[in-house]
């Protein structure tokens, strides 16, 4: 008897330890399921995933009234229909003003370490409030957009809804829409199914290109990993070669061997994201192909890694074929809102 009773209590404690895990766990929203290929999105703890905040972001996302003159959105220069990226080598903002460098993907940003082509902004929180102010890209200021959203009634109740207040802030404003870039996620490329096991995933072209990336050329020392970016900076050459050439990283950091150092950008989707390089100078992966099979571009500060590759035609028509292998799954459902809030 005394027997029984003691298996029942152990049984009721071991039972009582997920129970009491799935409890602690419950408060936390599920957070959506990333495509084949990537890892799992690490939610930062100040600002964890929810759908309500996720779907706040999106509208702010495509909102033109963030900017100063309500012509200008996030998606008009990292637009979904042409790669999250403008595919223009520089944007254009407020005012029909042009900026001085190529608007990168939204792409698999969650995944990034550091934001902006010199690594200026430590997260996309971060990132998301400094294009509501810059005067030629949305043209506002922050203390005028948040009255301007909250003036807007439909916009005060999400608030409420997501982060329990009408009085939100720039902060606000800016996890929403870092909450809604983490979802923006490009996996299940042929190239993941065929690592997957799926043999015929990829083309027979695109098997020798990836054996050219991996192996002869060697893209994978710094395009490496899901994302097939390390997210460390090099200095390949580009643009330095004219007359003020642009400082890259060093701007950031001071340090002088990484003057011209860019960060290392993802491979997905990269066959809609053209014009390439943060100065936009390469119009195709063809001209990308051939300026890393020349070395790069001369420089006090070229990375070592950057010498010629000595690749036949066939090796360089095989690696754009595999580069486009790197196109999938996993945003198309994201759609531009059909109205914003009133
Ligand atoms: C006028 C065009 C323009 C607008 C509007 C714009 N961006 Fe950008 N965005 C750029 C350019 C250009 C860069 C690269 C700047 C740099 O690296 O110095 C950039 C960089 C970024 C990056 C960094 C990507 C990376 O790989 O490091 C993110 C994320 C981003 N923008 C998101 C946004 C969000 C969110 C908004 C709206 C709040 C926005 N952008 C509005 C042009 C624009
Ligand atoms: C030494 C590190 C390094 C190696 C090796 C390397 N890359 Fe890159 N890649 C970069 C960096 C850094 C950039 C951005 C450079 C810039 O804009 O100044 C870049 C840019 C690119 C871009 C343009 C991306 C965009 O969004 O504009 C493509 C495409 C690309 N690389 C493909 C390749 C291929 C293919 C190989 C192999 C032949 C390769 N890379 C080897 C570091 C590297």
Redesign the pocket.
């Known amino acids: 008897m005394i027997a029984r009773k003691s298996l029942w209590i152990g049984i009721a404690a071991v039972a009582a330890v997920p129970v009491l895990f799935l409890h602690a766990q419950a408060p936390k929203a599920a957070v959506p399921a990333v495509p084949r290929g990537l890892t799992a999105v690490l939610w930062p703890r100040d600002n964890p995933y929810s759908a309500g905040k996720a779907e706040l972001g999106r509208l702010l996302?495509f909102d033109k009234r963030?900017?100063g003159d309500d012509t200008?959105?996030?998606a008009?220069?990292?637009d979904p229909k042409r790669g999250y990226t403008?595919q223009a080598a520089?944007?254009?903002?407020i005012r029909g003003q042009k900026?001085g460098?190529?608007?990168?993907?939204?792409f698999n940003?969650a995944y990034?370490l550091?934001?902006?082509?010199?690594g200026r902004?430590a997260s996309?929180e971060d990132?998301?409030k400094g294009?509501?102010q810059n005067p030629?890209?949305?043209g506002n200021t922050h203390e005028a957009c948040v009255t301007k959203l909250r003036g807007i009634a439909g916009y005060r109740t999400r608030f409420k809804q997501v982060f329990g207040t009408e009085e939100f802030t720039i902060d606000h404003i800016a996890k929403a829409?870092a909450t809604f870039?983490r979802t923006v996620l490009s996996g299940d490329a042929p190239y993941d199914r065929y690592k997957a096991g799926l043999k015929t995933a990829m083309n027979a072209q695109q098997v020798r290109g990836m054996n050219v990336y991996f192996n002869k050329a060697k893209c994978d020392k710094c395009h490496e990993g899901p994302n097939f970016t390390l997210n460390a900076f090099h200095n390949l050459g580009v643009g330095q070669d004219k007359a003020e050439p642009d400082p890259g990283r060093f701007a950031v950091t001071k340090n002088p061997a990484e003057f011209g150092a860019f960060?290392t950008?993802t491979l997905r989707e990269i066959e809609h994201t053209a014009p390439y390089m943060?100065d936009g100078s390469l119009r195709t992966l063809e001209e990308v192909v051939e300026f890393y099979d020349k070395g790069g571009i001369k420089n006090k500060n070229l990375d070592e890694e950057m010498k010629p590759l000595k690749l036949t035609d066939a090796d360089k028509a095989d690696l754009v074929a595999f580069m486009k292998a790197l196109s999938g799954r996993g945003w198309q459902h994201i759609t531009e809102p059909k109205e914003f809030p009133r």
């Open positions: 996302y963030l900017s200008v959105a996030c008009s220069c990292h403008d520089v944007s254009t903002g900026g460098i190529s608007a990168p993907t939204v940003r990034g550091l934001q902006f082509w010199d902004a996309l990132q998301a294009p509501i030629i890209e949305m829409i870039e960060k950008p943060h």
